[in-house]
């Protein structure tokens, strides 16, 4: 299948740093890429959709000044996380979508875990 | 508003024998997409099965195959001949056919093949 890859997979920041995390679809464009957050022992929760060219889409109660997401190009999405602070801690999984919307093909990255102190 | 819940938290099964994973679902949408995502230690979210609200046979992979269940909101999960490496927690998940593959997960189940 298609293949999703994120970096840095484990990120260990400061409290009040910035942390970038990447999204790329290696072998396929992608127009569309979900941003899901995941807490220990939890489901994945939607934070945003990031549109390729357009500013991304958040979900409702998600700071989008927190999160700063960015697709620049149709193989990358950005994620950062600006002025990091201990709950922001979390496992971080983008997904990106192959071919037309409605296919429900969805492919994951690995994931970034982020630990800020 | 969608949203899917996965009643087992945790559930055990010996290894080579079958386990079912239960999900139900709620929408308003006729059509839908329905997917059992697998999440291993590893982190990394693998598509296990995938089935279209408006076909009413059941998906199957290889050992994989689900009890789909439009009027009941059911999307049942078998797996048949458990291997230890399919200990891993499962996500039950949902689509509608026009929100551009944006996924509501269930609360996922924490599966233990025992050997």
């Known amino acids: 299948g298609a293949v999703v890859s994120q970096h840095p997979s484990w990120v260990i920041c400061k409290s009040g740093t910035s942390v970038k995390i990447e999204c790329r679809s290696l072998d396929f464009q992608a127009t569309t890429m979900f941003w899901y957050r995941q807490f220990p022992k939890q489901s994945l929760m939607l934070m945003a959709t990031?549109?390729?060219?357009?500013?991304?889409?958040?979900e409702q109660g998600v700071e989008k000044d927190k999160f700063l997401i960015n697709h620049a190009s149709l193989t990358l999405s950005t994620l950062t996380v600006t002025s990091a602070h201990p709950e922001d801690s979390s496992f971080y999984i983008c997904s990106a979508r192959v071919g037309r919307a409605g296919t429900g093909e969805l492919f994951f990255g690995e994931g970034s875990r982020l630990t800020v102190l | 508003a969608q949203t899917v819940t996965q009643s087992q938290p945790e559930m055990s099964v010996q290894e080579a024998e079958t386990v079912t994973l239960s999900c139900t679902y709620d929408t308003s949408e006729n059509n839908y997409y329905l997917f059992w995502y697998k999440q291993p230690p590893s982190r990394q979210m693998i598509l296990v099965i995938r089935?279209?609200?408006?076909?009413?046979q059941n998906a199957t992979e290889n050992r994989f195959s689900v009890n789909f269940q439009k009027a009941a909101k059911s999307f049942s999960l078998k797996i048949s001949d458990s291997q230890l490496g399919d200990t891993a927690m499962y996500f039950c998940?949902?689509?509608?056919?026009?929100?551009?593959?944006?996924?509501?997960f269930g609360g996922g189940t924490r599966l233990m093949v025992k050997p």
């Open positions: 998940a949902f689509t509608p056919h026009n929100a551009g593959n944006m996924l509501t």
């Open positions: 990031s549109n390729e060219g357009s500013k991304a889409t958040y």
């Open positions: 089935q279209e609200a408006y076909k009413q």
